[in-house]
């Protein structure tokens, strides 16, 4: 009972993180049809953005926690979202107009470049970052008991205020209403008068952001990371895109809570080693009978 | 150009590969008049059109629109190749640069001129209000800052934007259907919301594909007194593309006959239901045959 209940908070936070980075893939599918590999990546470089930011706060005397992880958060967002900017701008945008396996490859080839470059710049050594919040709380359930750290806690409450501040936006605000036009017809948005590519540029950002944010939180906790870092958890984030119906933004939030809890239990329960085929499973056996996705809409031709 | 004009084409040419869809296509639009572009099916109308609005890049040729108290040509815009002297003089060189990089389509519309389109293209998944709030969004001049803070001027240019979505709807007669999905609506009702969300961008000139396609005799005759409303109250030139030639006499001050990419009349519709090009064109008739439209 307490390793059930135990692994449903650990799911609960790992999914919550698939998540933030499945919205990455989710929206620029649904804005420009491509899969995005580079956006894993993005994670990565926020990872060695977020030590960078530790690094420099520390040097410059700033202690308190409070202070360093929103001083983290802002520096690596804007960076990693200014990242998400030049991407989009130097490898997508050239080839809007050409097939869309062109801009597949364009995209592997941007992952393998950020994979390189944070090679050489920053080394092939795994690298870490200190723990900034220690402690826990702890309930006793039956005969074992159910540990909760206080970084746990911390990454599923920014994790669902990134999601509700980003479900406004899309929801409420003038840009994700451009965003949702775009997205539903680019031709016709532009013939009302929205510049398309800049809300393209602003998807990309969106998306790097919530990487970003991904990336400072699971850097926190875990401690260490490598350039490599980003591949496993694009693809886990991308299967999270889409078990929840790639293109929906509560897909991909729902979808990663789904993959993050399944695993854990399924690490938990019966083997941690299998976890990740079990997770690859479960796509399998979900894309059989909803071939859309959870929250997908079945693709119809348009005419 | 002379200021009561307000769209100018000139020796418009739009070729697909081999085949030209409009060849050495010239008309004026007098502003503040309904115009009608006409013409058999495959006349290349839509294709003007798609020109116009920058749909298409016009292989050659030139657009002008007169609106908004100044000058757009449609065909630069959109980015046009450079050109030989383009090198010798730096200010075209940097213009040409410019629209290289960050024109589009939607320079168009910004210039003032607003289009529907033959088969319907609403945002489907959205609320009938937000399609006319998205149109709006050059006019709702606040950021996504102010939006996420839910500011004091963010709530009233919503409220503005709101109030104009509410009078357009009540225009098109779609006041109860404000919170339902546009997919949702009947066929006619989304003819109307799409002419409403064309004019929720506020043009001077609105360019209507077939407006009455699909719509019973009574609605054909809400279609026509609708858009006078446009032309007489919101001072909107309307240039339209219709098969129903009853209504086209009936409203147009002014009518454009293409057949097979080329303008074989133009003039009042007095003329151009006696002119026997127009009626060979229809009918296939022979010329100095007595046919009446």
């Known amino acids: 009972m307490d390793i059930v209940l135990q692994q449903l908070v650990n799911g609960l936070t790992l999914g919550s993180v698939y998540g933030l980075i499945a919205i990455g893939y989710t929206m620029v599918y649904g804005i420009i049809g491509m899969i995005n590999f580079a956006h894993g990546d993005v994670y990565m470089v926020s990872s060695y953005l977020t030590a960078i930011a530790i690094a420099l706060l520390t040097f410059f005397g700033m202690e308190s926690f409070p202070i360093i992880i929103f001083g ?12 998400g900017w030049v991407i989009e701008r130097v490898a997508y945008r050239p080839l ?3 097939s869309r396996l062109s801009v597949l490859i364009s995209a592997i080839g941007m992952s393998l470049i950020l994979q390189n470059y944070v090679q050489i710049s920053q080394g092939a050594r795994q690298q870490g970052v200190p723990t900034l919040l220690t402690g826990a709380i702890r309930f006793d359930v039956g005969d074992g008991f159910v ?25 409420k605000t003038k840009l994700g209403r451009m965003c949702r036009a775009t997205q539903q017809d680019r031709k016709m948005a532009s013939i009302l008068g929205i510049n398309t590519d800049r809300i393209i540029s602003s998807v990309f950002v969106i998306g790097a952001a919530m990487a970003a944010l991904a990336g ?10 490598d350039f490599y870092v980003g591949f496993i958890i694009g693809i886990k984030a991308f299967t999270a895109a889409v078990l929840g119906g790639i ?12 993959l993050g809890l399944s695993e854990a239990l399924f690490a938990g329960l019966i083997s941690s080693d299998y976890k990740d085929v079990f997770s690859f499973s479960l796509l399998v056996i979900i894309l059989i009978f909803r071939p859309s996705g959870l929250l997908g809409k079945p693709e119809v031709e348009k005419v | 150009m002379s200021q009561d004009n307000i769209l100018k084409v000139e020796n418009l040419v739009m070729h697909f590969g081999g085949i030209k869809a409009l060849n050495d296509v010239t008309f004026d639009i007098k502003r503040g008049s309904v115009s009608a572009l006409i013409g058999p099916n495959g ?7 798609n020109c116009l609005t920058g749909f298409y890049k016009a292989t050659g040729g030139s657009i002008l629109l007169d609106a908004g108290g100044k000058q757009t040509s449609v065909v630069k815009v959109l980015g046009e190749k450079f050109k030989g002297s383009d090198f010798t003089s730096p200010a075209s060189f940097f213009e040409r640069v410019k629209y290289k990089m960050f024109g589009g389509s939607h320079l168009v519309n910004r210039a003032g001129l607003a289009r529907t389109f033959q088969n319907i293209r609403l945002f489907k998944e959205m609320s009938v209000v937000e399609n006319l709030l998205v149109a709006q969004h050059m006019r709702v001049n606040r950021g996504m800052m102010s939006g996420i803070l839910n500011t004091k001027a963010f709530q009233k240019s919503e409220e503005e934007a709101l109030q104009r979505a509410f009078y357009w709807l009540e225009v098109v007669h779609l006041t109860e259907f404000a919170n339902r999905l546009a997919g949702e609506l009947s066929y006619g009702q989304q003819r109307r919301l799409e002419i409403a969300r064309a004019m929720c961008t506020n043009p001077e000139i609105v360019c209507l594909d077939e407006p009455a396609a699909g719509l019973n005799p009574s609605e054909t005759e809400a279609l026509a007194s609708m858009i006078r409303v446009l032309r007489d109250e919101h001072n909107t030139t309307v240039l339209l593309i219709e098969h129903d030639m009853g209504m086209v006499m009936n409203i147009s001050d002014y009518i454009v006959v293409l057949d097979h990419g080329e ?3 133009k003039g009042g519709p007095d003329d151009i239901k006696s002119n026997p090009k127009v009626i060979a064109a229809y009918l296939g008739a022979e010329e100095g045959e007595e046919v009446t439209l």
Do not use: C, E, W
Request: aromatic share 14%; proline share 1%.
């Open chain 1, 247 to 258: 293109g929906s933004l509560p897909g991909a939030m729902l979808g990663g809570v789904i």
């Open chain 1, 72 to 83: 983290t958060l802002i520096f690596t967002i804007v960076v990693t979202g200014a990242y």
């Open chain 2, 263 to 265: 303008v074989i009349a």
């Open chain 2, 43 to 49: 006349a290349g109308k839509t294709t003007v059109f």
């Open chain 1, 216 to 225: 400072v939180l699971i850097t926190l906790d875990y401690g260490a990371f």
């Open chain 1, 96 to 98: 809007r107009n050409s």
């Open chain 1, 147 to 171: 540990q909760i750290t206080y970084m746990k806690l911390f990454i599923l409450f920014a994790a669902f205020l990134g999601m509700g501040v980003l479900t406004y936006i899309i929801q």
